[in-house]
């Protein structure tokens, strides 16, 4: 079989997992917290014959990091993620991370995510407030205060550079590499009374999208005429 196949070939598996990555990505683009998939491809070189061949990769994902746009809610339990800090939440999976900050309270004065997972302080212990006083004030640095208390501070946490991130629960995330406490409030902190909806822009995907499409047509075209050259020279050859 001709090379030009199986290069056609590996072109479609890697459009078929950018297709797939840009339909969740589309799907999740009003998901509060949501962190857009992003594909990587290389080009791989076989040389098995005189003449090398380039074929691409099946591609690598990952998540990007980059921030969304902070929503106004007025919810003094609704706090948006400003810079690159993430929040820490307990799953049955263990600690994970994320950028969803509606919280909610439970009747024992408990703060958890709207999926119920507890929402940590800077010490890793699931943060507890009075549920019978007034809503508490979170500052920049994520201290909290209610009825004039200091209750300590929402966990935030910064992923070292080059950490791989994978999906966890919800919307969190959780790291190959052991996230660092966010010391640096004058770039990075929460502001309370808002929500950071998703990083994904849903025009530039739709964009994405058809061009995909279009790449796809091309190679399955492509690959249509390849076999129909090779069945004109197979019947030339036989004489048919």
């Known amino acids: 079989m001709q090379s030009n196949i199986y290069v056609a070939l590996s072109a479609q598996m890697a459009l078929q997992r950018r297709l797939d990555a840009l339909a969740s990505n589309v799907a999740n683009a009003n998901t509060v917290g949501y962190r857009a998939e992003e594909m990587s491809f290389e080009e791989l070189v076989s040389k098995q014959s005189t003449d090398s061949t380039s074929f691409v990769s099946k591609g690598e994902s990952h998540l990007s990091t980059k921030a969304g746009e902070l929503t ?10 400003r810079g690159k800090a993430w929040l820490a939440i307990q ?15 439970n009747s024992e004065g408990m703060l958890s995510t709207i999926e119920g997972y507890p929402v940590l302080d800077a010490g890793g212990v699931p943060v507890q407030l009075n549920p019978n006083d007034p809503p508490p004030v979170i500052n920049k640095a994520g201290t909290i205060e209610q009825a004039g208390n200091n209750l300590g501070a929402l966990g935030l946490y910064r992923m070292p550079e080059g950490a791989k991130l994978t999906r966890g629960a919800g919307v969190s995330v959780t790291s190959d590499l052991p996230p660092i406490a966010e010391l640096d409030f004058l770039h990075n902190g929460v502001a309370q009374g808002y929500v950071e909806k998703s990083n994904v822009n849903p025009i530039l995907e739709m964009t994405h999208l058809i061009t995909i499409q279009r790449n796809f047509q091309a190679v399955s075209t492509m690959m249509s005429d390849t076999e129909n050259s090779m069945q004109d020279a197979i019947k030339a050859l036989s004489g048919v």
């Open 91 to 105: 799953t049955p999976n263990g600690i994970a991370y994320t950028r969803d900050g509606r919280m909610q309270m």
């Open 72 to 81: 106004y809610t007025g919810n003094p339990l609704d706090v948006a993620i």
